[in-house]
């Protein structure tokens, strides 16, 4: 029988505190994983340009796959050199053949997030794949089956009785519930459509069914030997799986193009008046029905009220005469200006923000990664107002969100002649989305907030009003269906 060292492996003491080899492996995997889907999230997105050359999404697929790969490796490492991780001191094989092993799987993170992002069905196979691939190499490289059952002679050096092995209790194998757990969390996911939480479940079972169906590594005569034989098999298996990575992460890019260049025509042609097409209207996902839409593929989105028909209105009062001293009737601003969509650390939307006509009550707008989505309103007034002759700020909205979660909305008052001096005047909740009162709505539920302005203030005047919209945590990426009608100024 071969000993541990043939394999590389030092004969440890089996101390029932420390983890086992298997474990080890699993916590650096799991953390180069980790590492590569967040760089993925922060830095992996598609190009600026609605019509890119081949050749440009080309090199930039390469390059995807290759910071999918280098973040992965450098996860492992930093946990690698951890103290506190066992098998650290005396490492049972060398981290360069681990990082090869592990690269056939990473590559692929890229690729399934860039799917994912879209919806696309085929973010599951791909995940799954992904997982197999990573499992099949990990099992070639690592001799688990002596790490994790060294002999009976290094364990109990002393003399067993006969027939003592037939008296003991079989090993429990956990992997039949956690596939179970897995498949049911998976059908979950689909069922609400979260298709990469979806895909994760999948691709961890596939991971444990190749796992378990893979051959362990023959014994080799030296430890030299053996992990020189698994590096240069661990390269060429890298090599050959980098490829098809590549060529997927291309077609991602593509379809991840195609998809958001379908989605702004279909809203431009809304806006315009034109009604979309087939190809306009399709959507790969969950789309709503009657007058909404769902924008997607943006870091950031500027969304403008559509113009109003042709209407009879009364003529607004001077610029000069906004709340002039003796006014007694309250000044009513109709909501025309913007609402902004964007995610942290940006302030506001990108230069090359999608701007479109709307409301917020007929788009479903979403992040589709797992930063915050801020949402705020606009509204310039053209000139100032003395806060003197203000008292208090009167918010007419309309909600029509029906999912849980309560929604607090905050008003911020400005003067652009000096933008570092803002007045902060409180937040007010929703009525309708507090618990108690929430109910499914067919139509939306008007609200009319109140905002009391108290005296004296850091600033004299403002000539901005910005609404900040504050959904509650569970709903921290996804856009309120909370729309603006009008702001009420009551004079003092």
């Known amino acids: 029988m071969a000993s541990p060292t043939q394999f590389g492996l030092s004969a440890r003491s089996a101390d029932p505190r420390q983890p086992g080899m298997m474990r080890f492996f699993g916590f650096l995997t799991s953390a180069g994983l980790l590492n590569s889907l967040i760089a993925a999230f922060l830095f992996l997105h598609l190009p600026a340009s609605h019509a890119p050359t081949l050749t440009s999404l080309m090199v930039r697929a390469c390059v995807f796959v290759l910071i999918g790969a280098l973040a992965g490796a450098a996860g492992s490492w930093l946990y690698w050199r951890s103290s506190a991780l066992p098998f650290s001191a005396d490492p049972p094989i060398p981290f360069r053949l681990f990082a090869l092993t592990c690269g056939a799987g990473w590559v692929w993170v890229p690729a399934i997030v860039l799917l994912s992002r879209e919806d696309s069905p085929i973010t599951g196979p791909i995940a799954v794949a992904a997982a197999a691939l990573l ?41 039949g519930p956690i596939l179970a757990l897995c498949i049911y969390m998976a059908a979950y996911d689909l069922y609400n459509g979260w298709i990469l939480d979806a895909s994760a479940m999948f691709a961890l079972c596939a991971f444990i069914f190749a796992w378990k169906l893979t051959l362990e590594p023959e014994p080799a005569s030296s430890a030299a030997h053996h992990n020189s034989r698994q590096t240069g098999r661990a390269a060429r298996r890298l090599a050959w799986t980098a490829l098809p990575a590549i060529l997927v992460t291309l077609f991602a890019l593509l379809y991840g193009i195609e998809h958001r260049n379908r989605v702004e025509s279909g809203v431009l042609a809304n806006a315009n008046g034109v009604p979309p097409g087939d190809d306009a209207g399709r959507k790969s996902g969950p789309v709503e029905t009657g007058s909404a839409s769902t924008l997607s593929g943006y870091q950031s989105i500027i969304l403008w009220p559509v113009a109003e028909e042709k209407q009879i209105v009364p003529p607004l009062p001077r610029q000069s005469a906004l709340l002039a001293p003796g006014t007694t009737q309250p000044l009513i601003i109709r909501f025309d200006g913007p609402y902004w969509y964007f995610q942290p650390p940006r302030k506001a939307p990108s230069p090359d923000a999608l701007q479109a006509h709307g409301t917020p009550l007929a788009h479903d707008i979403q992040s589709n990664n797992y930063l915050p989505l801020v949402m705020e309103a606009h509204q310039s007034l053209g000139s100032s107002i003395p806060l003197a002759r203000c008292r208090e700020i009167e918010l007419s909205v309309l909600n029509s969100d029906n999912r849980p979660g309560s929604i607090n909305i905050a008003v911020l008052l400005a003067d652009s002649s000096s933008p570092s001096n803002q007045l902060y ?68």
Do not use: C, W
């Open 135 to 175: 499992a099949v190499a990990l099992r070639k490289a690592i001799p688990s089956a002596v790490a994790l059952h060294p002999p009976v002679s290094v364990l109990q050096p002393k003399d067993r009785e006969l027939f003592a092995a037939t008296l003991s209790h079989p090993r429990r194998d956990p992997y």
């Open 425 to 492: 005047l409180g937040q007010r909740p929703v009525l309708s989305s507090l618990p108690e009162h929430l109910a499914p709505k067919s139509s939306p539920a008007g609200e009319t907030l109140r905002f009391p302005i108290s005296l004296p203030a850091k600033i004299r005047q403002f000539d901005s009003i910005t609404v900040m919209f504050l959904p509650n945590d569970a709903n921290y990426d996804q856009g309120p269906k909370v729309a603006i009608q009008q702001f009420q100024l009551m004079p003092r």
